[in-house]
């Protein structure tokens, strides 16, 4: 065993404001189901997002017997630097000592920590999907075998943990999906049960999704800053932050379409921030660039059906119909993932096959996004 890699991850964003955005004497306690074993680990955590620092007051990680349950006697307390503590200075990231640690294959471990002081929680990621839930309990439980129910609440934010990286066989690697609210959604778990459910398949799924993001444009105002940041203030980041990692597949796009309204109806969101097609493509271009130097492949997916959107017009039906075909024809990506296509109604192009509408008609419902993992899948190395 001596190579890394994260078979677990997301992304930073901001955390939505909210007044009572401080915690204090809590524990966060994240399950992570893992592709591949190895026989040591290290964690990642940023405060990237974050205006103050972030102290860790202890952190363990233990094989995960349920969702609130951990085997206590094979836990490993996490440290950093040889202390059981960290602080993460704000717009900081750091990385735990290498912990000895067995991970089976396909098993889960949960990550637990404790924040004791008041701790402003806006390094956050929102994220949904079978694989994907965590919670937070009143105390210090990180060396609890078993969250206290009445102390516990499940949470779908995904504060500060944003890697997990394994030490293992040389053949296994991992692949990056970057994106928006889609990505933070469901298919990205699916993905990672399909590659799970082949023993074959050496390649862990890394979700770095936000929802709201653009590629070109970023909210500055406390109503939209959640919507998270734009590509050349995340993309390097957080591809680089990756072990093992061969390619990435990105999706994204559609807000910088849908979200320009006019400083009439939203003071904003200016229809100036809508950008033509030859911006879209040269952000994405951007990311291409970015990534080779990273020595990763990219796939693009296409951008999904809108038609029935609130925000919906014909001409953000064109831009998106201009994009996508620019993804599908372009040479410098590794393939093209056409998802658009894949759930489109045959009837309507512009709208979702009825099946695949979540019913807000710009995401997929849970079966879409079971197609888009399906379709993704084959994209993926052998």
Partial sequence: MSKWVTVWGNATSVADRRPENYAKNLTLRYPVKCAFGGNAVRLHFSNFCGTEPVTLSQVTVAPAVSDREINLKDAALVTFGGSESVTIGAGEEVFSDVISF???PKGSVSVSFYLKDFTLMRSSVVITGPLSKGFYSVGNQTLSSVLPLEQTRSTQNFYFLTGLDVLTED???CVILYGDSITAQSWADYLALKCMEDPYNRTAVVRRAASGTRILREYTCITYESYGLCGKNRFKREISTVSGAQSVII?????????????????????SDLPTADELRKGFEYYIAEAARCKLKTFAGTLLPIYGWR?????????????????????????????????????NPAAFAAEYDSGDHLHPSEEGYKAMAELAYGYLPL
């Fill in 102 to 104: 067995r991970v089976k």
């Fill in 171 to 173: 053949e296994n690697r």
């Fill in 251 to 271: 999706q994204q796009g559609i807000n910088d379409i849908i979200h320009p309204v006019g400083t009439e109806i939203n003071p904003f969101r200016p229809m």
């Fill in 311 to 347: 925000t919906y017009a014909p001409f953000r039906e064109d831009l998106k119909n201009l994009f996508n075909d620019w993804l599908r024809s372009e040479g410098a990506l590794g393939g093209c993932i056409d998802f658009d296509k894949a759930l489109r109604s045959a009837k």
